[in-house]
């Protein structure tokens, strides 16, 4: 019984290794433009590797999970218009949901305007996205990203998360407790 349970408990320990090796197919960056005063552009790209593809912004009812930005803003700052695409994505049918979906390959690049009525502010931002390839598809990912707007320091009133006082458990931790 200690042999099996050494066993599985090893094939346990190398999948979970061996997993955080696999490269995910796409990543993120941002880049911040000053539009006018205190009027400001981040830029969000994803590049893909071959042969995966990103849902554009959607919405498709009974479709693909679509590209979805939110973004946690404190009160001094205004999101101007909707996030758009800088260029449009490749529409094709797709049998499998039965409707045109959007799509982009290699690259995708979105865009949001955002005034301040300050001059310094921090903006929480979090994209959700899901790739696929010709045959299947990942379940969906999420990035976070923290982005300083301004020059000068952060408001006073506005606060930063601590990630490091968020511990998430490890596997060991899990496997201790059983």
């Known amino acids: 019984m200690r042999k099996l349970l050494l066993f599985y408990l090893g094939t346990l320990l190398s999948s979970a290794a061996i997993a955080q090796y696999i490269e995910q197919p796409a990543s993120w960056t941002y880049s911040v433009s000053v539009v006018e005063e205190n009027t400001y552009e981040i830029c969000f790209q994803a590049t893909l590797r071959e042969p995966w593809h990103m849902y554009?912004?959607?919405p498709y009812q009974g479709g693909p999970q679509p590209t979805r930005f939110t973004f946690d803003l404190p009160e001094s700052a205004l999101l101007?218009?909707?996030?758009?695409m800088e260029s449009p994505p490749a529409k094709a049918y797709d049998p499998m949901f039965g409707m045109e979906i959007?799509?982009?390959g290699g690259k995708g690049v979105f865009i949001q305007k955002i005034r301040l009525e300050v001059p310094t502010a921090l903006i929480r931002a979090t994209v959700e996205w899901q790739v696929c390839d010709g045959s299947s598809c990942l379940p969906p990912e999420v990035?976070?990203?923290e982005i300083r707007l301004g020059d000068g320091p952060v408001v006073a009133s506005e606060?930063?998360?601590d990630k490091a006082g968020d511990p998430s458990p490890s596997l060991w931790g899990i496997i201790?407790?059983?």
């Not at 101007?80 to 758009?84: F, G, N, Q």
């Open 159 to 161: 606060t930063t998360a």
């Open 80 to 84: 101007e218009d909707a996030i758009r």
């Open 56 to 58: 554009d912004l959607g």
């Open 143 to 145: 990035e976070e990203f």
């Open 102 to 104: 959007g799509s982009f």
């Open 176 to 178: 201790l407790q059983a």
